[in-house]
């Protein structure tokens, strides 16, 4: 179920964490994808709620990039601004104001994210596509076909993660629980 609230805080933690508190869109996405499958793959709850799903630059969390765009589930963020692509600039997402996080964030998921931006900091947002397009999980006939897939969370725990088939299922449905609980 996704949490609007823990996809902006999670959104403003890394934007905190960049020079200048502003970061490209893949980018901010692809961290946030990273850091959301190492809370699944670590616990039995994800950190935003949010669905993945196989886009053609590899896998988003759905809701989390419509929010932060102004879009669907979430209203539009009062910290995060969204300046779309003009000139040489690519689209980019800007920290407006400051964010409470550890209000909103465990201290876990607020570690998980601080680990995800040091080891990933000096990444390209073409870097950090490439990587993401290393998930088995992702789809890549949504590269190919310039659409949209979801992806099931099935797929992230045994082909993305590599747990085994009962193991996964298990996991799945123990996150499913957890989700609904938190919801």
């Known amino acids: ?34 850091a959301e499958r190492t809370a699944i793959a670590e616990t039995t709850t994800s ?18 990039l419509n929010q932060l765009k102004g879009r669907g589930i979430g209203a539009r963020s009062r910290c995060i601004e969204y300046l779309p692509k003009a000139g040489k600039r690519s689209n980019t997402f800007r920290l407006i104001a400051h964010v ?21 900091k000096g990444y390209s947002k073409w870097e950090l596509v490439d990587i993401t397009h290393t998930f088995p999980e992702w789809d890549r006939s949504c590269k190919a076909k310039q659409t949209s897939a979801r992806i099931e969370l099935i797929d992230v725990l045994q082909r993305g993660l590599g747990l085994p088939p009962a193991v996964a299922q298990a996991k799945a449905a123990e996150i499913g629980y957890y989700e609904s609980v938190a919801g």
């Open 47 to 64: 950190i935003t709620g949010d669905a993945f799903y196989s886009l053609p630059m590899g896998p988003v969390l759905s809701e989390s």
């Open 1 to 34: 179920m996704f949490r609007p609230a823990k996809s902006e805080a999670m959104a403003a933690r890394f934007l905190a964490l960049a020079p200048g508190k502003e970061l490209n869109d893949l980018r901010l996405t692809k961290l946030m994808v990273i």
């Open 100 to 120: 409470a996080v550890e209000d909103v964030l465990s201290e876990y998921e607020i570690g998980v994210i601080d680990q995800t931006w040091d080891r990933y």
